[in-house]
């Protein structure tokens, strides 16, 4: 008796209501065709990996090229961000389009793949979110670090290689450098500072799956007033400190007793304005180079200065993408606002700081194939922060 | 939390056209005026509810008419405070599609403001034209790490004209809403404790969580240091009447946008008709009126797509596009029966089948469809008894059958190994306060003192019980009201 009213009810309300929804992806998609255009020299192949990410809604759709190196999907109106990857033996492709509005009907790209080679030096971890400064209350960021790590199997030096972050420090701020097409400029727009290790030429060696440790402000035992912090005092550690041009004490507190003077970053031009060195606390796009010339002679040259454009006080340093030996692009998880910075031949991806103040750090993952092999920690290496890193609950050096 | 009355008369589809002519005063035809307090507690609620709710409120009304100008007119004010309350930022969470959610359990403040009037000009035509306009303001606030203040501000003007003639009668009516709503919110002390954490809910509680201030979240990004909500609808309404029998229909439209100065999140267009038909009859011991009602609401909400872009170093949005994430169907009909006797006395019977069908298609190619109907059955009375006046009212509800869900995926070829976010848990405890068998019942108590001054003295006592509750906290809700006050 009650399925008999239920159903007079319904049938009441369908006839009455007109109560059916129709499946608005009937009509309301776009027709998306991407094809990867491999450089001079390389034939075009199928079975690349194309992944479409829908900027502000957090889904990646994943497709694969065919023999002509061509994929096709339909999806809704958006921005994405587009990634092509492929590997063929030591040779890495990579190609990225960025911000690309997907609206009109059918959209039809061409992303040109860009040829790059695993690293030797390769960036291992990044801590740059800070963490709590439980037990006392608020939060703490004196304690960034990076960690290189040496990827070959041979011995490489340390001296003389150049660090830096890339203009604009957040990767949700509007990004200066994109031109009216929305391509990126062909250098690395260094901002606030460069840093260099010293040395003579062999006076910091990493060996063969080796880690160096380069502190970007206090070379202290932060965990001993801060126990969910690190201690960045340990010997061997490379520190970012130069109380001329970056004076404050809190953020540059003199380096602890195990840290030699030797393994003081050296400040190859200070461009900011800055008392402390500038490094985003939850999204840097953060390169590793080593200069084909002295580094002094090129940022004496006023030609690779450039100001940032639409401000009269901040310049950057134009290094050459070619200098890049490893680079990292870090988007804010907070925003779905995000903005690429570097290009496919450096990373074609990003990582996510999810959370910052939580002692999350960003860490390579390890190709634990290649680590059997070679017998020593081999990370993961294909230009694509996105395959390589995922984001750590506790930075690797906290105890 | 509750809001105060309002005496709109497009509210309810028994008030009909040709304002104040045809509005049910909330007061005896004179005036009143009264004080209030009131005690909500139980926790059969949703986490957007408090577990117990203090109300103190002052309102007054009255009519007059005067050389054939009716004049009516009512302003209140509300306090409320509850505690441990969370969820919906938003005044009256589920009155637009988009919400937005935090989850720092503590008291918020409400504050409600009305006003409204109307006048009718009774001529020596067969034409009265009349107009009711109404405003209220509510500010809504939370002190906690977590704080946000939420204003809100109600406008509608109603003009309408009726026409009386000997063998029928029919009138005309304009309606004009527009609702606004903005969020601030800040944050004070640590930026790392889980709990600052917002939901930006889309429909069906499919969403963005993000740190409150995350852009996703749209309550505090660069351009706009708020989330702004705002609706404006324009609609008719038509009645005609022949003898005792009476019809008529209303039909709104509703343009409701998510944002401003040109950054538009979402727009969340709607129709909504509304259609009535009653009988009047009159016999000597009293009036009878029996209605059948109907409404059919129509809601989808699109997502922009929307980008900055900086031209000679103004940056301004724009919008490439747009994506239906969320759509629905409502539909209420039933019967209903009143009776008003010559001796005071009157009672009421209702029955009402609701059946709404929603979908959220937040990312594609998932499709989320769900579909419910429910039964209502209600009955009240009201019996004057010497300077007494007993109230009761009885209610039961039921959902029909199961809600049913389905998902559907467009494309499966698409590599997808994520699923949109859903605060799932939330939604079956919003969807049991409706969906569980209930029944509900109020007793009301009014004495009016003897002498020249006619104050009187109410209370009542509303609780509704639930049956096979399995989400929510609890099964049982009171509210305790007192009043005090002066008719004139």
């Given at each position: 008796m009650q399925n008999k009213i239920i159903a007079i009810l319904l049938g009441l309300a369908v006839l009455s209501g007109c109560m059916d929804l129709d499946s608005p992806y009937t009509t309301g998609l776009n027709d998306l065709t991407v094809t990867a255009r491999y450089p001079e020299g390389y034939s075009t192949r199928g079975g690349a990996q194309v992944k479409v990410e829908s900027i502000s809604g957090g889904v990646t759709y994943t497709l694969t090229t065919d023999g002509n190196g061509t994929a096709k999907t339909r999806l809704p109106d958006g921005f994405y961000r587009i990634r092509i990857s492929d590997r063929d033996g030591e040779n890495v492709f990579n190609g990225n389009l960025d911000w690309v509005p997907v609206c009109d009907g059918t959209v039809d790209l061409v992303i040109d793949v860009l040829r790059s080679k695993a690293g030797?030096?390769?960036?291992?971890?990044?801590?740059?979110?800070g963490c709590p400064k439980d037990p006392e209350e608020g939060t703490y960021q004196s304690d960034q670090y990076l960690i290189i790590h040496n990827n070959d199997n041979i011995p490489v030096a340390l001296d003389g290689l150049c660090l830096g972050s890339l203009s604009p420090y957040n990767s949700n701020s509007a990004n200066p450098w994109v031109n009216s097409e929305g391509t990126l400029p062909d250098f690395l727009p260094i901002i606030q500072a460069v840093w260099r290790i010293g040395g003579s030429g062999d006076s910091f060696m990493l060996g063969p799956g080796e880690d160096a440790v380069i502190c970007l402000r206090g070379a202290i035992d932060h965990s001993a007033q801060y126990p969910l912090s690190v201690n960045l005092n340990r010997p061997g550690y490379f520190v970012c400190y130069n109380n001329v041009y970056f004076p404050n004490p809190t953020y540059h507190p003199v380096p602890g007793d195990q840290i030699s003077q030797d393994h003081y970053l050296e400040v190859v031009i200070k461009t900011g304005q800055a008392n402390a060195y500038t490094f985003s606390i939850n999204s840097p796009a953060v390169v590793i180079f080593r200069p084909d010339e002295d580094i002094y002679d090129f940022v004496a040259r006023p030609e690779n200065l450039v100001q940032v454009p639409g401000s009269s006080v901040d310049r950057v340093v134009a290094v050459p993408e070619e200098w890049v030996i490893d680079g990292v692009e870090v988007f804010n998880g907070?925003?779905?606002?995000n903005h690429k910075r570097l290009g496919p031949t450096i990373d074609a991806g990003y990582v996510i700081q999810k959370e910052t103040f939580k002692g999350r750090s960003l860490m390579r993952k390890t190709d634990s194939d290649a680590s059997a092999l070679q017998g020593f920690e081999i990370l993961k290496d294909t230009n694509n922060s996105t395959e390589d890193f995922y984001e750590r609950d506790t930075q690797s050096l906290h105890k | 939390m509750n809001a105060i009355r309002s005496h709109s008369i497009s509210r309810s589809l028994g008030l009909l056209v040709a304002g104040v002519l045809t509005c049910v005063p909330l007061f005896a035809q004179e005036g009143e005026a009264r004080l209030y307090g009131q005690f909500t507690s139980g926790e059969f609620r949703t986490p957007s509810e408090a577990s117990q709710l203090w109300t103190a409120g002052a309102e007054a009304g009255a009519t007059v008419d005067k050389n054939g100008l009716e004049f009516n007119g009512h302003f209140g004010f509300e306090f409320n405070y509850g505690n441990n309350m969370m969820g919906s930022m938003f005044t009256s969470p589920g009155y637009y599609p988009i919400d937005i959610l935090e989850f720092t359990p503590g008291p918020k403040t409400k504050q409600t403001y009305a006003i409204d009037g109307g006048v009718a000009w009774h001529n020596r035509s067969r034409w009265t034209p009349s107009v009711q306009v109404a405003f209220k303001g509510v500010n809504y606030a939370k002190r906690k790490d977590l704080r946000y203040t939420t204003y809100r501000q109600e406008a509608n003007v109603e003009p309408a004209i009726r026409y009386d003639g000997d063998l029928f009668h029919f009138g005309l009516g304009y309606l004009f809403e527009k609702t606004s709503e903005f969020i601030q919110a800040e944050q004070i002390g640590s930026a790392t404790a889980d709990s600052y954490y917002a939901f930006l809910d889309k429909g069906m509680r499919f969403g963005t969580m993000q740190v409150w201030n995350g852009s996703g979240t749209h309550l505090a990004e660069s351009g706009v240091d708020r989330l702004p909500v705002q609706e404006i609808s324009h609609g008719a309404n038509l009645m005609l009447g022949l003898g005792p029998v009476e019809a008529q229909g209303t039909y709104r439209y509703y343009n409701g946008i998510v944002g401003e100065k040109g950054y538009t999140w979402f727009r969340f267009p709607s129709h909504k008709i509304e259609v009535s038909l009653q009988w009047t009859h009159n016999t000597g011991a009293g009036e009878h009126i029996v209605r059948a009602e109907y409404s059919w609401k129509d809601s989808k909400t699109f997502e922009t797509v929307l980008e900055r872009e900086t031209y000679g170093g103004v940056t301004v949005p724009v919008i490439y596009g747009d994506n239906i994430i969320y759509g629905s169907r409502e539909m209420e009909a039933g019967p209903s029966w009143e009776f008003t006797s010559e001796k005071g006395w009157s009672m009421e019977a209702r029955l009402t089948v609701d059946h709404s069908a929603t979908r959220s298609t937040l990312m594609y190619p998932y499709l989320y469809y769900e579909e419910s109907t429910h039964m209502k059955l209600e009955a009240s009375s009201s019996v004057p008894l010497g300077r007494f006046i007993l109230s009761a009212r009885l209610g039961a509800s039921d959902l029909l059958g199961d809600r049913s869900h389905s998902v559907e995926k467009?494309?499966?070829?698409?590599?997808?190994?994520s699923v949109p976010t859903r605060l799932k848990d939330w939604w079956d405890m919003e969807s049991e306060i409706t969906d569980a068998p209930q029944i509900w019942w109020k007793l009301g108590l009014r004495y009016t003192f003897a002498g020249k001054l006619p104050f009187f003295l109410e209370a009542s006592f509303e609780g509704t019980k639930a049956f096979k509750v399995e989400n929510l906290p609890g099964s049982f809700r009171q509210t305790s009201q007192l009043s005090f006050g002066y008719s004139f």
């Amino acid at each position: 008796m009650q399925n008999k009213i239920i159903a007079i009810l319904l049938g009441l309300a369908v006839l009455s209501g007109c109560m059916d929804l129709d499946s608005p992806y009937t009509t309301g998609l776009n027709d998306l065709t991407v094809t990867a255009r491999y450089p001079e020299g390389y034939s075009t192949r199928g079975g690349a990996q194309v992944k479409v990410e829908s900027i502000s809604g957090g889904v990646t759709y994943t497709l694969t090229t065919d023999g002509n190196g061509t994929a096709k999907t339909r999806l809704p109106d958006g921005f994405y961000r587009i990634r092509i990857s492929d590997r063929d033996g030591e040779n890495v492709f990579n190609g990225n389009l960025d911000w690309v509005p997907v609206c009109d009907g059918t959209v039809d790209l061409v992303i040109d793949v860009l040829r790059s080679k695993a690293g030797t030096l390769v960036i291992k971890e990044i801590y740059c979110g800070g963490c709590p400064k439980d037990p006392e209350e608020g939060t703490y960021q004196s304690d960034q670090y990076l960690i290189i790590h040496n990827n070959d199997n041979i011995p490489v030096a340390l001296d003389g290689l150049c660090l830096g972050s890339l203009s604009p420090y957040n990767s949700n701020s509007a990004n200066p450098w994109v031109n009216s097409e929305g391509t990126l400029p062909d250098f690395l727009p260094i901002i606030q500072a460069v840093w260099r290790i010293g040395g003579s030429g062999d006076s910091f060696m990493l060996g063969p799956g080796e880690d160096a440790v380069i502190c970007l402000r206090g070379a202290i035992d932060h965990s001993a007033q801060y126990p969910l912090s690190v201690n960045l005092n340990r010997p061997g550690y490379f520190v970012c400190y130069n109380n001329v041009y970056f004076p404050n004490p809190t953020y540059h507190p003199v380096p602890g007793d195990q840290i030699s003077q030797d393994h003081y970053l050296e400040v190859v031009i200070k461009t900011g304005q800055a008392n402390a060195y500038t490094f985003s606390i939850n999204s840097p796009a953060v390169v590793i180079f080593r200069p084909d010339e002295d580094i002094y002679d090129f940022v004496a040259r006023p030609e690779n200065l450039v100001q940032v454009p639409g401000s009269s006080v901040d310049r950057v340093v134009a290094v050459p993408e070619e200098w890049v030996i490893d680079g990292v692009e870090v988007f804010n998880g907070g925003s779905s606002d995000n903005h690429k910075r570097l290009g496919p031949t450096i990373d074609a991806g990003y990582v996510i700081q999810k959370e910052t103040f939580k002692g999350r750090s960003l860490m390579r993952k390890t190709d634990s194939d290649a680590s059997a092999l070679q017998g020593f920690e081999i990370l993961k290496d294909t230009n694509n922060s996105t395959e390589d890193f995922y984001e750590r609950d506790t930075q690797s050096l906290h105890k | 939390m509750n809001a105060i009355r309002s005496h709109s008369i497009s509210r309810s589809l028994g008030l009909l056209v040709a304002g104040v002519l045809t509005c049910v005063p909330l007061f005896a035809q004179e005036g009143e005026a009264r004080l209030y307090g009131q005690f909500t507690s139980g926790e059969f609620r949703t986490p957007s509810e408090a577990s117990q709710l203090w109300t103190a409120g002052a309102e007054a009304g009255a009519t007059v008419d005067k050389n054939g100008l009716e004049f009516n007119g009512h302003f209140g004010f509300e306090f409320n405070y509850g505690n441990n309350m969370m969820g919906s930022m938003f005044t009256s969470p589920g009155y637009y599609p988009i919400d937005i959610l935090e989850f720092t359990p503590g008291p918020k403040t409400k504050q409600t403001y009305a006003i409204d009037g109307g006048v009718a000009w009774h001529n020596r035509s067969r034409w009265t034209p009349s107009v009711q306009v109404a405003f209220k303001g509510v500010n809504y606030a939370k002190r906690k790490d977590l704080r946000y203040t939420t204003y809100r501000q109600e406008a509608n003007v109603e003009p309408a004209i009726r026409y009386d003639g000997d063998l029928f009668h029919f009138g005309l009516g304009y309606l004009f809403e527009k609702t606004s709503e903005f969020i601030q919110a800040e944050q004070i002390g640590s930026a790392t404790a889980d709990s600052y954490y917002a939901f930006l809910d889309k429909g069906m509680r499919f969403g963005t969580m993000q740190v409150w201030n995350g852009s996703g979240t749209h309550l505090a990004e660069s351009g706009v240091d708020r989330l702004p909500v705002q609706e404006i609808s324009h609609g008719a309404n038509l009645m005609l009447g022949l003898g005792p029998v009476e019809a008529q229909g209303t039909y709104r439209y509703y343009n409701g946008i998510v944002g401003e100065k040109g950054y538009t999140w979402f727009r969340f267009p709607s129709h909504k008709i509304e259609v009535s038909l009653q009988w009047t009859h009159n016999t000597g011991a009293g009036e009878h009126i029996v209605r059948a009602e109907y409404s059919w609401k129509d809601s989808k909400t699109f997502e922009t797509v929307l980008e900055r872009e900086t031209y000679g170093g103004v940056t301004v949005p724009v919008i490439y596009g747009d994506n239906i994430i969320y759509g629905s169907r409502e539909m209420e009909a039933g019967p209903s029966w009143e009776f008003t006797s010559e001796k005071g006395w009157s009672m009421e019977a209702r029955l009402t089948v609701d059946h709404s069908a929603t979908r959220s298609t937040l990312m594609y190619p998932y499709l989320y469809y769900e579909e419910s109907t429910h039964m209502k059955l209600e009955a009240s009375s009201s019996v004057p008894l010497g300077r007494f006046i007993l109230s009761a009212r009885l209610g039961a509800s039921d959902l029909l059958g199961d809600r049913s869900h389905s998902v559907e995926k467009d494309e499966t070829n698409l590599g997808i190994t994520s699923v949109p976010t859903r605060l799932k848990d939330w939604w079956d405890m919003e969807s049991e306060i409706t969906d569980a068998p209930q029944i509900w019942w109020k007793l009301g108590l009014r004495y009016t003192f003897a002498g020249k001054l006619p104050f009187f003295l109410e209370a009542s006592f509303e609780g509704t019980k639930a049956f096979k509750v399995e989400n929510l906290p609890g099964s049982f809700r009171q509210t305790s009201q007192l009043s005090f006050g002066y008719s004139f």
